[in-house]
């Protein structure tokens, strides 16, 4: 849902006269998000990292070489384009990443649009190294489910060199997506994507099975800054308390793992929900050095042991 902001400043393309230097649009952009009171939390946390991510985007550059192309000057088609994109960031409220069209992630590039949620899990950081201490071995058959664009699937096939990795979602519009980063990555391989409510498509198991499934409360997305609204809610919403999916994922994930198997799963706010519900689980949480939480671990032997008071 693309709603209209209460801003009414416009932004006419009569500025290019009034604008020289790269520096010149990014400081107006900054200026405007202000000013408009957008919200920031989809790759970037402030106003001048949003202007300039649009600039260079508009201006095909890369995020290399930033310092030295301040001071350069524009043409008036390339401050157009560029006044475009900051007038649809502000009217529309979309996050930027829709308005590149991609996102970074575990330090690697993904294509994203409307159909994906836009990657930002703190699971980008157990990625990076490797998910340890929680792997005794290196796995061979991992499953990002709830996958979406595939950042998280993606990421671990790079993290485990001889890994096979399937990708799985509900959504056939998310995986397209993932299914065109899996092509841009050259992982086809051994990445695949296959379309499934949690396990009901899969035949396997997995060494570990890695989720950031839906899982915001009704109150928590209700209150969302419009720039979340521009996401899929089948990417965010998971029923009154936002454990819907995650208690059925408890009750099944077992089966759908080797022995010594583990389950990383993010729940955000949602976490205090989870140990409500499940005082006696012993769910171990990470932390994180980047920030995040609401991430935790379970081994296959404690997702059976405990399998009587998740079946509840
Ligand atoms: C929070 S997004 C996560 C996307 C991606 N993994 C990431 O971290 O950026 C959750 C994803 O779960 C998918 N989903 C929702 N319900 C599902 C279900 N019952 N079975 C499988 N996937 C589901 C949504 O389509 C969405 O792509």
Redesign the pocket.
Known sequence: MNTVSNSTAKILPELVEHLYTVRDYIRFGTSRFNEADLYFGHGNDNAWDDALALVLHALHLGREGREQILDARLTPSEGRAILALFTRRIEGRIPVPYLTGEAW?AGLKFKVDAR??????P?AELVEGGFAPWLADEPMAVL??????G??GIGCAYAFPTAEVVL????AD?LVVAGENIVQHKLSSRVSALE???FANIDQRFDLIVS???YVDAADYGAMPEEYHCE?A???ESGEDGLD?TRRLLREAAAYLNEGGVLVVEVGNSAVHLEQAFPAVPFTWLEFERGGFGVFVLTQAELIEHEAVFSQ
């Open positions: 992630f994906v949620l836009i990657p930002r899990s699971i990002d489910l709830c996958t979406g664009g950042c998280i799985s979602d509900i959504s998310a499934s409510d949690l950031n499934p839906p899929p089948l990417a965010l999916f």
